[in-house]
């Protein structure tokens, strides 16, 4: 069964360091998303990307954030400029849209990278 | 903004007693309403979605405009239920390009 893939599953990096994470969608999928879910809170919603462009960002996502579809399987999320309250498990999903017909199809999660800000 | 409220934390009941986890939207438009289970050290996975009306390992949801509800049951819990069950609730606007709103999740513990 097709599943979402993403690495490394953790992530330990300096404040202020950069950091790419690395996801591959289910491959017809046309719908791309990041979530992140810092401890003991809830998993909150980031980025939609379609079309090779953002289709819907939440205010969690500034400047500090972007994201890329570099070749036709990966998807990436890159934290320029890390600081500690990003500390947070990060999870990937994908979906296969139905553009138009207002019905939401299910998004398939990856396993989720666990990044630490130290 | 849209809201998702889970107001339980945590659940604990016996096995075969029923299972009811609380899930409670803000309105907006035509919601759509999922609920999503992470058992240990696995990944978040579709559990069912209000719209397709089915019930997946013995659990339903119906959805309550009156009260804004989406309460997940089971009349019989199983030791393999537990887990963390997320209400979220998908954007209305269509096409599926709208994030998903998450409750903040309720832990599920089935005793023997």
């Known amino acids: 069964e097709p599943e979402v893939t993403q690495t490394p599953s953790h992530q330990v990096t300096q404040m202020g360091q950069e950091v790419i994470l690395r996801c591959v969608p289910i491959?017809?999928?046309?719908?791309f998303y990041w979530y992140r879910q810092i401890l003991g809170q809830k998993v909150e919603f980031l980025v939609s990307?379609?079309?090779?462009?953002?289709?819907?960002k939440s205010e969690i996502f500034d400047d500090q954030f972007s994201v890329e579809r570099p070749d036709g399987s990966n998807f990436t999320l890159k934290i320029r400029s890390t600081k500690l309250e990003d500390s947070a498990m990060y999870f990937c999903?994908?979906?296969?849209?139905?553009?138009?017909?207002?019905?939401?199809?299910?998004?398939?999660f990856g396993q989720g990278t666990r990044l630490t800000v130290v | 903004a849209q809201r998702v409220t889970q107001p339980e934390k945590l659940l604990s009941v016996f096995k075969g007693a029923p299972v009811e986890l609380k899930c409670n939207y803000s309105?907006?438009?035509?919601?759509?309403l999922f609920w999503y289970v992470q058992y240990s050290r696995q990944r978040l996975q579709l559990l069912l979605r209000?719209?397709s009306r089915e019930s997946i390992k013995g659990f339903t949801a119906d959805l309550n405009k009156g009260e804004t509800s989406f309460h997940l049951k089971k009349p019989f819990a199983q030791e393999e239920d537990s887990a963390m069950y997320y209400c979220?609730?998908?954007?209305?606007?269509?096409?599926?390009?709208?994030?998903?709103?998450f409750g903040k999740g309720t832990h599920l513990i089935i005793q023997p």
């Open positions: 999903a994908s979906s296969e849209a139905t553009p138009g017909t207002g019905l939401y199809t299910e998004a398939f």
């Open positions: 491959s017809n999928h046309l719908y």
């Open positions: 990307f379609y079309n090779n462009e953002i289709s819907e």
């Open positions: 309105y907006s438009g035509s919601p759509e």
């Open positions: 209000h719209i």
């Open positions: 979220a609730q998908g954007g209305s606007s269509g096409g599926g390009a709208d994030g998903l709103t």
